[in-house]
T-cell receptor, first 114, second 109 residues
Framework: DTGVSQDPRHKITKRGQNVTFRCDPISEHNRLYWYRQTLGQGPEFLTYFQNEAQLEKSRLLSDRFSAERPKGSFSTLEIQRTEQGDSAMYLC?????FGTGEQYFGPGTRLTVT | RKEVEQDPGPFNVPEGATVAFNCTYSNSASQSFFWYRQDCRKEPKLLMSVYSSGNEDGRFTAQLNRASQYISLLIRDSKLSDSATYLCVVNRGGYALNFGKGTSLLVTP
């Protein structure tokens, strides 16, 4: 399968714990995006990488959130001191040519904070 | 006010029906427009881009009215497999896609 992959697919954690998610984009894609989706809402943009550079961050990305893409390939999203409001689906997407708007999404990591 | 507004539905239609979804966007500087489809508990997938001249892909027709800041999607001859949530998506020219909440469609036998 050459699509975007995410790991884990599901994560249950207790409030206050740290969690880290991984995204592997389509191999030739140099652009990588993180979105968050809650029930009944469309995905909301969190952050964007072009190669290893993080070029844009949403206001939604509080200080407890950090994302990296160290070698311009896979990316990680870490949430520190999780809160119940962090419960959501975290979607990763990648694209080669932004101009077409075609971002390819991974299956997401569903986070539940108890 | 959200940047992209959609009627959430649900739209329940019989097989073979024609159904139309509408979407409005607030930022007149928006540059690119799309419809994505999202099946239950799955990731969004691009259905089609939307061009000012209107465009068609099989049973699907998309229209854009920049003056009214209005986007539409028409599905003809609905199939059971069309049941999904349809997300109206707008790009302002930056990196982020701005999604509406989605319109839920259920096609029944």
């Amino acid at each position: 399968d050459t699509g975007v992959s995410q790991d884990p697919r599901h994560k249950i954690t207790k409030r206050g714990q740290n969690v880290t998610f991984r995204c592997d984009p389509i191999s030739e894609h140099n652009r990588l995006y993180w979105y968050r989706q809650t029930l009944g809402q469309g995905p909301e943009f969190l952050t964007y990488f072009q190669n290893e550079a993080q070029l844009e961050k949403s206001r939604l990305l509080s200080d407890r959130f950090s994302a990296e893409r160290p070698k311009g390939s896979f990316s990680t999203l870490e949430i520190q001191r999780t809160e119940q409001g962090d419960s959501a689906m975290y979607l990763c997407a990648s694209s080669l040519d932004f101009g077409t708007g075609e971002q390819y999404f991974g299956p997401g990591t569903r986070l539940t904070v108890t | 006010r959200k940047e992209v507004e959609q009627d959430p539905g649900p739209f329940n239609v019989p097989e073979g029906a024609t159904v139309a979804f509408n979407c409005t966007y607030s930022n007149s500087a928006s540059q690119s427009f799309f419809w994505y489809r999202q099946d239950c508990r799955k990731e969004p997938k691009l259905l089609m881009s939307v061009y000012s001249s209107g465009n068609e892909d099989g049973r699907f027709t998309a229209q854009l009215n920049r003056a009214s800041q209005y986007i539409s999607l028409l599905i003809r001859d609905s199939k059971l497999s069309d049941s999904a949530t349809y997300l109206c998506v707008v790009n302002r020219g930056g990196y982020a896609l701005n999604f509406g909440k989605g319109t839920s469609l259920l096609v029944t036998p």
